[in-house]
Antibody, heavy 122, light 107 residues
């Protein structure tokens, strides 16, 4: 069974750093892109970026480029989303999601993590 | 940049009724459109990919149609568990775009 299990909720102060994780199981981790998606309180879904664990090729949305860093450790089947200096506006739920390896139905996300709530408040 | 516009923003229906949700793209996306369902406090769940292909485990009452710029998600007979927010999604030039969502609420 494919599972993406994310790290727990976190509360940080503005300016602090944070790294959240997404542990994959039930499939071969390396040849599937893993994306991160933000959902601000009461709002819709925003794609932030994604990583290919096989070679760490990473793509970012222009809206998030330079604001966050995405990485992966294929030795432990885990992807990460990292901030070096959080802002109050980073308060949101962050989801990781898997992109299917090959599909003639286009590009989408077939499995999702449960979400990690990040709260940034002084 | 492609924009996906969903309508209506809110749809109020009763269990047993048919639901029709729309997603319009600002330019053609061929058949490369996906639909997701999100219930309160839960992660999104893939319903439809390639405009009309049901994802694994999705009930047959959910169907997707359309191509080009106009797409429809239809729920043939609403069950109580179907009341949720629905999003459409497309990828264009390494940019994954979501519609703003349609909230399907109980009338």
């Amino acid at each position: 069974e494919v599972q993406l299990v994310q790290s727990g909720a976190d509360v940080k102060k503005p300016g602090e750093s944070l790294k959240i994780s997404c542990a994959a199981s039930g499939y071969n981790f390396t040849p599937y892109w893993i994306a991160w998606v933000r959902q601000m309180p009461g709002k819709g879904l925003e794609w932030m970026g994604m990583i290919y664990p096989g070679d760490s090729d990473t793509r970012y949305s222009p809206s998030f480029q330079g604001q966050v860093s995405i990485s992966a450790d294929k030795s432990i089947n885990t992807a990460y989303l990292q901030w070096s200096s959080l802002k109050a506006s980073d308060t949101a739920i962050y989801y990781c999601a898997r992109h299917p390896r090959v599909s003639d139905g286009g590009h989408y996300f077939d499995y999702w993590g449960q979400g990690t709530l990040v709260t940034v408040s002084s | 940049e492609i924009v996906l516009t969903q309508s209506p923003a809110t749809l109020s229906l009763s269990p047993g009724e048919r639901a029709t949700l729309s997603c319009r793209a600002s330019q053609s996306v061929s058949s490369y459109l996906a639909w997701y369902q999100q219930k309160p406090g839960q992660a999104p769940r893939l319903l439809i990919y390639g405009a009309s292909n049901r994802a694994t485990g999705i009930p047959a009452r959910f169907s997707g149609s359309g191509s080009g710029t106009d797409f429809t998600l239809t729920i043939s007979s609403l069950e109580p568990e179907d009341f949720a927010v629905y999003y459409c999604q497309h990828r264009s030039d390494w940019l994954y775009i979501f519609g703003q969502g349609t909230k399907l609420e109980i009338k």
